[in-house]
Nanobody, 124 residues
Framework: QVHLVESGGGQVQAGGSLRLSCAAS????????MGWFRQAPGKEREFVAGISSSGGNSYYADSVKGRFTISRDNAKNTVYLQMNSLEPEDTAVYSC?????????????????WGPGTQVTVSS
């Protein structure tokens, strides 16, 4: 059974930084792309960042490009999201997801398993 646990969320002032982690089990982590999505109150869930199975390629939403960095440690079955220069508009529940064996990165249906999420709140 696949199990994803996010951590590292919290409350921070605008301009601050947070690092999210997502530990995965029950899946051959090194063979799967990983992604981060977020959902703000009253809004649809949206793609934030994705990373290939090897970590060699990463993909970002335009809204976070240059501020967020996705990375992974396949030895630890963990994917990270470093978030810098946070803005109030980044406030959301952030969830990690395991990519399908063959698929892209940007759409929800590119992912087959989801974590419960961690709250990120950015105050102005």
């Amino acid at each position: 059974q696949v199990h994803l646990v996010e951590s590292g969320g919290g409350q921070v002032q605008a301009g601050g930084s947070l690092r999210l982690s997502c530990a995965a089990s029950g899946v051959t982590f090194s063979n799967r792309a990983m992604g981060w999505f977020r959902q703000a109150p009253g809004k649809e869930r949206e793609f934030v960042a994705g990373i290939s199975s090897s970590g060699g390629n990463s993909y970002y939403a335009d809204s976070v490009k240059g501020r967020f960095t996705i990375s992974r440690d396949n030895a630890k079955n963990t994917v990270y999201l470093q978030m810098n220069s946070l803005e109030p508009e980044d406030t959301a529940v952030y969830s990690c997801a395991v990519g399908r064996v063959l698929g892209g990165y940007y759409a929800e249906n590119n992912y087959s398993y989801w974590g419960p999420g961690t709250q990120v709140t950015v105050s102005s």
